[in-house]
């Protein structure tokens, strides 16, 4: 695939022509060629400039290569794209996709183009692979095993990274050593996941897969030890097995349910290690996926409470008032919680005490935010147990209040039940 971007040259003489618009396209770069396949996925990635304020055409060109011709009217054109850095940049997750065209009457497939921000980590690596008793897939040989190399992206997807050569009819293969930058393999986030699949290689394309398994940059850069030794696993396999049970569900966004606090901060620990902080902060999608989990239950049997913990300024503020007002409708409570030196005056309008939240004209029904910025809490004499007390007592305050008015509003009744627990609590 060959990929095309529109420049000017600052010292171009370009004539001036009313209506027209000339435009130079230079070829950017190159991807290596996959064999075999009609679902290519490229390892070679592009370091591009992106500038929000300009546009940046694109066109990437597939072709069907048929020799090691490097000129590409000796090959197979198979269709384009055109889209702009920004389309990509501006995508859901930075992923776009769009259909392939350029041959009239034939379906082309789809491109999926993906496309993160760089750190400024320089570092590299060195590593080297190997393994013991992989599963035979050749009926007349062994396996030709191979690794490819998936870093997370902030969406929970994965793209590739990197890919091994093959060693040829082994179950005990060992790689040769290959140095990649950091920022290539995570970048430059230690604690980013780090997907390492094992496929027995086929000269068809079809390649047979053996097993994964997930690390990371900083359990990786322990060396050799007890501690970089992995289970490869096929999880296939393993659900043949009767006796199996599963390894878990926190971070399952099909069940995003946890066994008590001690399960909460077990999928917050889990997560760090997958989801990457980053801007802008906005509160508006997180506020919208709970309040379609408290939608479906307003019978009064569950209550739900969102705890944000931000370290930035709240960047969709006029979304994230729509949210607030249309989840105070709904069996919901709101508690925002302020980290670092960043200024939150805005947050004060969300915490409706003194001003009900309103949006487009529409008032909140009730008052289901409270913000509690973490800095004040901070005891310079050192007292953390007295100042972490104030901070619980001060972030749960509302909810009791919020709690009932929402029950009382709607008529519900606590139950026999409710009621001794609630008793039994006050003792």
Known sequence: MDIFKNRLNKHMSVPRRVGRAITFLLQFGRTEVIDNTLNPDFVRKFIMDYFFEERENLRFDLYDVDSKSPNLSKH?????????????VGSQGSRLEKAIAGIPGKKCGTIIVTAEELNCCRDSVLMQFCANKLDKKDFFGKSDPFLVFHRSNEDGSFTICHKTEVVKNTLNPVWQAFKISVRALCNGDYDRTIKIEVYDWDRDGSHDFIGEFTTSYRELSRGQSQFNVYEVINPKKKGKKKKYINSGTNGNPQNPYCNGIDGVMEAYYRSLKSVQLYGPTNFAPVINHVARYASSVKDGSQYFILLIITDGVISDMAQTKESIVNASKLPMSIIIVGVGPAEFDAMEELDGDV?????RGKYAERDIVQFVPFRDYIDRSGNHI??????????????????????????????????QCFTIGAL
């Open 386 to 419: 007295l100042s972490m007390a104030r901070l619980a007592k001060d972030v749960l305050a509302e909810i009791p209040d919020q709690f009932l008015s929402y029950m009382r509003v709607r008529g519900i009744k606590p139950s026999p039940l409710l009621s």
């Open 355 to 359: 001003v009900r939240v309103s949006s």
């Open 76 to 88: 197979d054109f198979l269709g384009q794209v055109f889209c702009t850095l920004g389309e990509i």
